[in-house]
């Protein structure tokens, strides 16, 4: 069977991070070390990754035309803005790829939702996993690479360029210091999903660690789909 997938289900990885932490560089990064070792790739991102979802995004992120001008975003419209783009993104794109055999890299995803609406805006996390679970179906990556890095380190690289700054972007320290705390909560409840990474380090380092990673858990993947395997045992 070649790397592709050739029967097989597809995979789900997502990356994550804080502001500035090169996550989506480096998912850029993966996605070629994969494609050159003969697997299908999917990138995409959320919030995003549809043309509706696009569109949410933009006024999620205050990016749309007139949005300096709207009224403030409650945290429970946030958290239900991020919910719509994952609903229509998982079934449109992320669900259909996987059945194709394909390794889908999403840059952000539940964890996202969990560190920035929970941890950052302190929504209910209860709350939170069991709208995530509505949206997507019960659909979660199987592994996560979390790029780590002090929020006020990734809050000053993203900060150089003010014309790229977006609503959150502007948030107060303190709460990207939360929405990094999360992450991290969040690894140390999951560390066998979510593997954190030093991302202070030179990017060709973090991405050599991030390889080592996914390398791991493909030589752990089924050489053939598990039902197959099953009548053939039999």
Known sequence: MDATGGGRRGLLITVEGVEGSGKTTQCARLAKRLREAGHRVRETREPGG????????????????GADHAEPITPE????????????HVAQVIEPAIRQGVIVLCDRFMDSTLAYQGYGRGLDIKTIRTLNRFATNGLAPVLTLLFDLPAQTGLARRRRNALELNRLDREANQFHERVRRGFLALAAQEPRRVKVLDARADPDQVEAAAWT????????????PAKRAARKSR
């Open 50 to 65: 549809t043309p509706l979802a696009e569109r949410i995004r933009s006024l999620f992120l205050g990016t749309a035309a």
């Open 77 to 88: 419209c946030e958290a239900l803005l991020v919910f719509a783009c994952r609903s229509q």
């Open 213 to 224: 990673v996914v390398q791991r858990l493909l030589a752990r993947r089924p050489t053939k």
